[in-house]
């Protein structure tokens, strides 16, 4: 197509960058023909014209879709050129951190400098047996590959592992060994890839030094041979080394350093071993200071030595041979310190007595004076003579330089061919696989001869991958029958020319080397004179005339002539080598060189009996010598030549594949990519050139169905015909117009480069344009719904709006109405407001002033009023002193006066006194008085005669009352006296009283004075109180604050405790199932190693086929496995003794098998006494949870004691009415099966009996419930430390009651209750067991219940005398309590601290009294527990005693002919015990019909399921019922090694597995059912327990069985395996089961597997189809539910796991669309899990990480909140499995985004601190340990039926 279709705008080009070698840019507009400019814009915004070369007017190459960008392989690309193939890497390399990368058939392996999880053996059995285009690019995949080509071809293959120094050659070879040590199954025979590993450290030593670009360079190059047998299993392995770097020996560049071991040497020279090497710093020697950098950072070399010498001895070199090496490498260095003095310029002397020399010889045990001489000295020899020349000082330097360099070489020869031996197979080898770890290309500033081999060696292997790489496009076009059209590539053949054909320059080189006075200088001038000038590859360079140009493939390069003629002669003289050949004191050092005579170089070919399987037999890698003496005389070039060409021969003779490795920068980063390095070592590697190839051809191949898939879009519906072949060539004629882009294939179409992009193009613009489409329509048909909804909204806002607006008007209207009325009002308010404040303001002023005025005048009228007041009184008081003076003298004048009268009137009267006219006055006076005073006279008499009848009355009263009277008088006359003697008394009293009241007045002083005391006391008391209070608040906040923080601890710690124990116990739950799991796999190895011993026993039986005379053997089956699983628990040692002596001929030859089966058997009851505690532990722990969890619950101390005791009650009563069931079975066994009616008569034995064993069972349930609860209720009330009295007394009350409730008269009563109402309903027994026992003992328990609550009801009175001691205890508590506030005020007055150590000495005191207390009430319940304890062993054992006698007493008739109650035993006409007879001769009969030659599918359609199993148990039960122990062991023994047997046979076959692990299973249970231990009799009917064995136990039986029936689930779960493995890659990832969702990308030469069902492509529905057979199979045998579940919940784990592991190694699954298929297939399997009712059965949780994978794919990845999202959603995943995910999300159509690398950077901070396994791939080989729980069986072994089909005629029923 033109250039203008795809040089158009927008689109995108490469354009070289001086710094990034190649930039990205965008065209701005269409390229037209003839433009001489590109308009261009950088990826950095940047705008830019880009100038066309005028000449070729070449355009800038296109860069690829970004659909294409990340591509596992780099043929896929549309655009073959470089820059897209360095984009490609590097975005892999940075942004997926992938390093592996196919081009072609080339592996390129960028080195990470980063320890990677993806060598683990997880991912070697995920490429295992993989197709190379199936998985991710990877070094397994290329090994997988060699080593599947060796075994399908038969041909050898080779691993050709190239690249410069540093880029990871080493450890890509190294992981390919591994691989093929690890898929061969050679891990326990010959252990390869070990001991090649253990080689490294002494290789790496003598053959790896510090360069400027690697510090562990190697400097030679190795083809390692790993040999094969004819099963394709390693067996030997061969190194042939080649070039090694002599010359670094003698001379090192700046910054670079001699080989390792001589610094190794020098850091270990303080070693007493190494004393006499007399060795010192790596600075002394020349050879190892010339580098003048002699330390490795990071590397210490003394540890380095360490390792060398283990590497050494693990080879097989021992302590003198190592010491000898040592000497040898010692003595190079010493060498090298040895100088010579010039004589003149042609001979030269070594100054006398030189001490580097001297050590030398020393060293290597030669003669110092010959040495000497033969350093300064050469022989020349002639046709007739022998001359002795003298030598130049410079010639001496090279010589010695020379000899050290011979004998490091040698000695480096010795060491390889010392590893070859080691290495070295003894069987005969049958192919091999090769890898070639060599030196890639390499140019320096300085290049010299090493450098030219090196170039030279890599054009030979660049023509050999020319050739093999056009070989095969040859054959694809050939195969896919299109025209062949000759593909100019690139032929280095000219080149090669130019270096090794006749006259070339390695010709002229050793021709220059032969002549005399040959130089440097001569050399350059013959090249120059040959080639230049003639050959168009060798050039000149401008300013020197020592040096040339040679352009090789990858880049030109300059050499430097100078060393070249030294280094190719590399000359080392004869009477040197004969010195140190003669050495006698040094063993080794002749060996050295008498190698070069008798032995190969470890260069040569392989060792006799290896037959190669090429078509071209494998030449050595060295020629044979010819003469021994001229060997040396070969130049260097020459040797290499040869050698080069020889392992060319043999690359040639195998199948190559191709590891380039790329080193992504010299600065060792992690994952840091150099653009120019990395262009720099494409070019050198040949990558390019496989491109360029590729490129010249079709490199873009499509099947037709694939392109179909793809491309479906671009045609129409009319296109599509039936035939697709003639479809796509229809769509592709329309597409593309010229046919010379394209051919149409047999299977494939063939696409020139850049039509891949061309087509996607189209169909992006397809896609693009049916996307627009459907936007257009649902975006307008939006926008329409938009538009109509908004119309409407629109409409009703409006409508709403106007009406809004309509009623804010009338709104307005109103308030403005209202405005105008309140401003009316308002404004009036406002006047009113003012006038009012001006009125009030006025009046108050009014007020004011005329209340000033007023007051004014009333303080003026105040003051005259007071003024007139005062007058007043002034004025009065003057007028009344006035007038008192007056008065006084008026009153005095009036006394003289009246005083002056008186005496005149007395002097008048005593004169009238004297006349009779006053008496007659007098006596009218009298009269009138006399006659008033008559009348009163008569008035008084009459009173007086009243008077006197009334003291006539009174004089009676009166007598009487004097009679009274007197008597009172005399009474009172003693009082009297009384009186006297009071009074005399009161006199004392008084005395008294007045000292008491003296007494008083002190007592009231003394009392004021301690008032006053006590009101200052009390004043203080109140501040300390007062301050007390303040430090009470403070500390009860304080206390507050603590107890919170208490609290909240106590509750952190109870949940941390919690978490604790939920997380122990799930680790304890992961070590059992490891321990399970271990122990599984113990049996899992241990059947292996029985299997591997039958067979080398049938091996063996083959081989002698005459037995020793004399000798019977019996069935090798049965005697080498009767041993096995014989035990004798049952017998003793003495019994068992002569069995032992019977079976020690066949022991012996079993010695392996029973050894190894004890120390299984010793592990696996070690395991069984480890899971033991564990599981004593976890219930420790959830005890412990418990009692936290009921702390929590118990805050309310009183009632939550109550209702503990309670629920304790409960409890006990509950498990003891389990015991007291079984005694009253034995009980009724002993009443009921005697017929004597006087037996169960009142008073009779077995009536005293049962009275006496339910009273003891009654005691001890009593005794032991109540010592239970009240131990408990001890603990609890400890705990709580609430009221500990109380819990005592509580309990010393349940203890007498419990004793008080001994009352078997009561008992004795209660059970004959029991018995009479058992009686009355007989027909209810069946409804709760077969025979009523239960119900039984149930309703005997209600009657001892009830008589247990009415002796609590009697026991009402003891507690109201305990209230009244209660109370009793309450008044000494507030006695107490006042000792306590006694001791409070006394604490109060004393200092603070002195007052609390005396509370906390007093709580302390208390607390101990109490603990002592409680201590001596628990010795007491111990006691009282103890005793009864040994009355109950006591009670018990006479028991047992009485029942015996009574048995005994009873004879069988009486047992058989007197039932208790006849009318219920139902007779039959033939009773069966459930038991098969069958004779010991019958035995091997019996085993061969049911076992080895049972027809499995037969029996699980016809039969009963597990019909054999029950057969064998009632063969056992027989012989358990005759007693015969033999019968029993040989039976077993003869049932385990059949069902092994069958199984061995056809243990592949699922059925036959199936049906023997559910018989095997049946059997078990059987066991377990009929053993007669109770945890297993709990479901049997009466007469299953009469069925129970009777004479053996075979619990060591059963535990064989489980071990057995662990090894079937193995197998079968193998089985599984296999029939699965090849259907779910395919069904799970590969088959579109929603067709259309995902498209195939375009792939490249390595093609996937297409996803497209044919034929034989396994589907979903091919997964289901085989999970319905399975499940079928399983249920039709029988197989218990609960197995069932585990084979499915292991099943789904394998679909699982290895979906998964696919998914993470392919990248072209990685896409939104396989998501949406696998959850699509995901969500199929759990529908079938839920139509089988299998979802309990923890199937769907394995399925759980490739659920969570899918989500990962499906989901947004670009934001934080999708970050965080992922980390909570795949915690299933592991973070490496979720950062591989997005790594590889590769988009499959150019919507899709890709994750951009910052996301993941989130994501792994995000799971930085998440702690899981580092582990990448799930380990699909798990096997979830497997449990048996017991399944009894409800059917009767007397019912079953033998069908004559089985050809058991020989058994009978009894």
């Not at 006391?1017 to 109140?1022: D, G, I, N, R």
Request: aromatic share 8%; hydrophobic share 35%.
């Amino acid at each position: 197509m033109a250039a203008s279709e795809l040089y158009t705008k927008y689109a995108r080009v490469w354009i070289p960058d001086p710094e990034e070698v190649w930039k990205s840019a965008e065209l701005l507009k269409d390229y037209k023909p003839g433009d001489k400019v590109l308009q261009l814009r950088l990826e950095e915004g940047k705008d830019l014209e880009y100038s066309l070369d005028p000449k070729t007017k070449e355009l800038p190459p296109l860069r690829n879709p970004d659909i294409l960008v990340g591509e596992n392989d780099l043929t896929a690309l549309s655009y073959l050129h470089e820059p897209a193939v360095l984009h490609n890497l590097k975005v892999r390399f940075i942004d997926s951190k992938l390093i592996y990368t196919y081009c072609g058939i080339v592996l390129v392996a960028i080195n990470p400098y980063e320890q990677l999880p993806i060598y683990g053996e997880d991912i070697i059995n995920a490429y295992s047996g993989q197709n190379m285009g199936d998985m991710d690019p990877h070094i397994f995949a290329v090994a997988e590959e060699a080593y599947k080509q060796m075994a399908r071809d038969e041909r050898n293959q080779s691993i050709i592992v190239s690249g410069e120094s540093g880029a990871g050659k080493t450890v890509s070879a190294k992981y390919a060994m591994r691989y093929f040590a690890t898929v061969s199954g050679s891990a326990s025979e010959a252990n390869v890839e070990e001991k090649v590993l253990a080689s490294n450290p002494i290789m790496e030593s003598i053959g790896n030094a510090k360069t400027t670009r690697n510090d562990n360079s190697s400097r030679f190059g190795k083809y390692i041979e790993i040999g094969f047998d004819k099963r394709y299993r390693i067996i030997g392995a061969n190194m042939r080394t080649y070039l090694l770097e002599k010359s670094r020996v003698v001379f090192q560049a700046e910054e670079e350093r001699n080989y390792h071991i001589f610094y190794q040497l020098c850091a270990s020279a303080a070693l007493p071993e190494f004393k006499t090497l007399r060795l010192g710093n790596a600075n002394y020697f020349h050879y190892t200071k010339q580098g003048g950098s002699p330390v490795i950072d990071g590397v210490d070399d003394a540890k380095e030595m360490v390792n060398t010498r283990q590497a050494c001895t693990l080879l097989g070199i021992s302590d003198s041979y190592q010491m000898g090496i040592f000497r040898i490498l010692a003595g190079i260095l010493h060498l090298g310190n040895v100088e010579f003095a010039s004589r003149d310029s042609d001979s030269c002397t070594v100054p006398p007595k030189h001490e580097p020399l001297t050590i030398f010889c020393d060293l290597m045990g030669v003669e110092y004076e010959e040495m000497a001489h033969w350093l300064c000295h050469r022989k020349l020899a002639t046709a007739t003579e022998t001359y002795i020349k003298p030598i130049s000082k410079l010639h001496a330097i090279n010589a010695r330089d020379a000899l050290a360099k011979h004998i490091y070489a040698n000695l480096f020869n010795w060491i390889v061919d010392h590893v070859n031996k080691a290495l070295h197979a003894t069987v005969k080898q049958h192919s091999f696989i090769g890898v070639l770890d060599i030196y890639g290309f390499e140019t320096f500033e300085i290049n010299s001869f090493e450098q030219f081999c090196i170039n030279y060696a890599n054009e030979k292997l660049q023509q050999q991958f020319n050739m093999h790489v056009f070989k095969l496009e040859q054959e694809e076009y050939m195969k896919e029958q299109i025209p062949w059209t000759l593909i100019d590539f690139y032929d280095n053949q000219p080149c090669i020319n130019l270096i090794e054909a006749k006259m070339g320059v390695l010709d002229l080189l050793d021709e220059e080397c032969k002549m005399p006075k040959g130089s440097d200088d001569s050399w350059a001038q013959k090249l120059y004179n040959t080639h230049l000038n003639k050959c168009a590859l060798f050039e000149k360079p401008r300013m020197s005339n020592k040096a040339f140009i040679i352009k090789h493939f990858a880049d030109k390069v300059e050499y430097q002539c100078e060393g070249f003629l030294e280094k190719n002669k590399d000359t080392v003289y004869e009477e040197q080598i004969r010195v140190l050949k003669s050495s006698k004191k040094f063993k080794l050092l002749p060996e050295l060189f008498q190698d070069e005579e008798k032995v190969l170089s470890p260069t040569s070919a392989a060792p006799s009996g290896r037959v190669p399987l090429s078509r071209m037999p494998v030449k050595p890698a060295k020629a044979r010598p010819g003469q021994a003496s001229k060997e040396h005389k070969k130049t260097v070039g020459h040797q290499f030549r040869n050698s080069l060409h020889l392992l060319m021969e043999t690359l040639n003779a195998t199948t190559p594949h191709y590891v380039r490795c790329i080193k992504p920068n010299d600065f060792k980063f992690p994952f840091t990519f150099d653009e120019k390095r990395a262009v720099q070592q494409l070019r050198a590697c040949g990558v390019l050139e496989t491109i360029r190839i590729s490129a010249a051809g079709f490199p873009s191949r499509w099947t037709y169905q694939e392109f179909f898939s793809r491309y479906r879009v671009l045609m129409k519906q009319k296109d599509v015909l039936g035939d697709r072949k003639q479809t796509c060539k229809n769509v592709l004629e329309k597409l593309i117009q010229d046919k010379d882009k394209y051919q149409f294939g047999k299977t494939k179409i063939f696409f020139r480069a850049g039509q891949v992009a061309y087509l996607e193009k189209i169909r992006a613009d397809k896609l693009r344009a049916a996307c627009i489409r459907i936007q257009k329509t649902i975006r307008g048909w939006l926008m329409r719904k938009k538009y109509m909804r908004m119309r409407k909204a629109a409409i009703t806002i409006q409508r709403h709006v106007r009406g809004y607006q309509a009623r804010c008007y009338a709104k307005f209207l109103r308030r403005t109405r209202a405005a105008i009325t309140i401003q009316k009002f308002q404004r009036m308010y406002v006047v009113r407001k003012r006038y009012q404040c001006m009125r009030d303001a006025t009046i108050a002023l009014q007020a004011l002033l005329r209340g000033y005025m007023v007051r004014n005048k009333y303080q003026m009228m105040l003051r005259e009023h007071k003024s007139v007041v005062i007058q007043k009184h002034v004025r009065g008081w003057l007028a009344r002193r006035r007038y008192r003076r007056t008065l006084q003298a008026i009153v005095y004048l009036q006394c003289c006066y009246r005083r002056m009268m008186a005496k005149r009137e007395l002097k008048k009267l005593k004169i009238e006194a004297r006349s009779v006219e006053r008496y007659k006055k007098l006596h009218i006076g009298l009269e009138n008085k006399i006659m008033q005073l008559q009348r009163k006279i008569d008035e008084q008499n009459k009173e007086y005669k009243s008077l006197l009848e009334k003291m006539n009355n009174l004089e009676i009263t009166y007598s009487t009352e004097t009679e009274k009277l007197r008597s009172d008088v005399e009474r009172l006359r003693m009082s009297e006296e009384e009186a006297k003697n009071a009074t005399n008394r009161v006199l004392s009293l008084q005395e008294e009283i007045a000292k008491l009241r003296k007494e008083l007045h002190q007592t009231q002083s003394e009392k004021k004075s301690i008032e006053e005391r006590a009101d200052k006391y009390k004043h203080e008391t109140e501040q300390l109180v007062s301050e007390l209070k303040e430090q009470n608040s403070l500390l009860k906040t304080e206390k507050e604050e603590l107890n919170r923080r208490i609290h909240d601890q106590a509750r952190e710690i109870t949940e941390s405790m919690e978490k604790k124990l939920v997380e122990e116990t799930k680790q304890l739950e992961l070590d059992l199932n490891d321990e399970r799991l271990r122990y599984q796999n113990l049996l899992n190895e241990f059947s292996r190693l029985e299997e591997r011993y039958d067979d080398l026993k049938d091996e063996m039986n083959l081989m002698v086929s005459i037995p020793k005379p004399g000798h019977k053997r019996t069935d090798s089956t049965h005697s080498s496995n009767e041993s096995e699983y014989t035990f004798s628990s049952e017998i003793t040692e003495a019994e068992d003794l002569p069995l032992r002596m019977e079976q020690e001929p066949s022991e012996k030859k079993a010695a392996l098998d029973m050894s190894l089966f004890l120390k299984l058997q010793k592990r696996v009851s070690e395991l069984e006494q480890e899971k033991q505690s564990l599981q004593d532990e976890l219930d420790r722990k959830e005890e412990q949870a418990l009692r936290a969890k009921a702390k929590e619950e118990e805050r309310p101390p009183i009632r939550g004691a109550e209702l503990e005791y309670e629920s304790l009650k409960r409890q006990e009563l509950e498990s003891e009415n389990k015991k007291l069931k079984n005694e009253l079975n034995e009980l009724q066994k002993a009443l009921t099966e005697t017929r004597a009616p006087e037996v169960t008569a009142p008073g009779a034995p077995a009536y005293r009996v049962l009275l006496d064993q339910l009273t003891s069972v009654s005691e001890e349930l009593e005794v032991r419930k109540e010592e239970v609860l009240i131990l408990r209720s001890q603990l609890v009330s400890q705990k709580e430390a609430i009221q500990p009295k109380h819990t005592m007394t509580d309990a010393t009350i349940l203890l007498e009651d419990v004793q008080k409730m001994k009352d078997k008269g009561e008992i004795a009563q209660a059970y004959i209750g029991l018995k009479e109402t058992n009686r009355q309903s007989p027909q209810d027994y069946h409804m709760l067991n077969e025979d009523g026992e239960l119900w039984l003992a149930y309703e005997g328990l209600k009657q001892a219940n009830r008589l247990l609550e009415s002796q609590l009801q009697s026991q009402k009175k003891s507690h109201e005398n305990e209230l009244e001691s209660l109370r009793g205890e309450i008044q000494s508590l507030k006695e107490e309590n006042n000792r306590q506030q006694q001791l409070l005020a006394q604490n109060l007055q004393l200092p603070p601290e002195a007052r609390i150590e005396a509370s906390l000495q007093h709580e302390i005191t208390r607390l101990t009294n109490e603990n002592l207390d409680l201590m001596e009430q628990l010795e007491k319940q111990d006691k009282t527990v103890r005793k009864l304890k040994k009355q109950l062993k006591v009670f018990a054992k006479k028991i047992g005693e009485l029942e015996v006698g009574q048995m005994e007493n009873i004879s069988p008739g009486q047992i058989i002919d007197e039932p208790i109650r006849p009318v219920n035993i139902p007779r039959k006409e033939k009773d069966f015990q459930g038991m098969l007879e069958y004779k010991k001769e019958d035995e091997q009969k019996l085993v061969k019909n049911l076992i080895l030659e049972l027809k499995p599918r037969g029996v699980a359609v016809n039969l009963i399921p597990g019909l054999p199993a029950y057969i064998l148990f009632m063969c056992v039960r027989h012989a358990d019922y005759l007693n015969d122990d033999q019968k029993v062991r040989s039976l077993l023994t003869s049932t385990i090694n059949g069902i092994k047997k069958v199984l061995k046979k056809r243990g592949d076959d699922f059925e036959t597995v199936s049906f023997w692990l559910s018989n095997t299973c049946r059997f078990l249970h059987c066991l377990k059912q009929y053993s007669g231990e109770e945890g297993f009799m709990k479901h049997n009917t009466p007469r299953q327990n009469e069925h129970c064995l009777t004479n053996f136990d075979l619990a060591e039986y059963r535990q064989v069985l489980s071990d057995l029936a662990i090894q079937i689930y193995q197998q079968l779960v193998r089985v599984l395996e296999n029939i699965l493995q090849p259907m779910i890659v395919s069904g799970m990832l590969e088959h579109e089961t929603i067709q259309g969702v995902s498209g195939v990308k375009p792939t490249g030469l390595r093609k996937r597997t297409s996803s497209i069902a044919d034929e034989g492509t396994y589907t979903l529905d091919s997964i289901i189809r085989q999970l319905n057979s399975f499940h079928s199979v399983m249920c039709q045998h029988g197989m218990d539910p609960e197995l069932i579940k585990q084979v499915v919940k292991q099943m789904f784990y394998i679909i699982g796991a290895v979906t998964l592991n696919n998914l993470l190694l392919r990248k072209d699954m990685c896409s939104w669309s396989k998501g949406m298929q696998i959850r699509y297939n995901v969500s199929q399997l759990e529908e079938w899990l839920r139509d089988k009712n299998l979802m309990n059965s923890g199937a769907k949780e394995t399925l759980e990480p490739l659920i969570q994978a899918a989500q990962l794919l499906q989901v947004k990845k670009k934001t934080d909140e999708d970050a965080e999202a992922i980390c909570s959603m795949c915690n299933a995943l592991t973070t490496a499995q979720i950062v591989k995910v997005l790594n590889l999300y590769t988009p499959v159509n150019e919507f899709e985004e890709r994750v951009l690398v910052s996301f993941i950077r989130t994501i792994q901070v995000r799971l930085r601190d998440r702690k899981d396994s580092p582990q990448l791939l799930m380990d699909a080989k798990h096997i979830f340990p497997v449990t048996f729980p017991f399944n009894p069986s409800s059917l009767a072994l007397e019912t079953i039926q033998i069908p004559a089909s089985l050809g058991l005629g020989f058994i009978s029923r009894v």
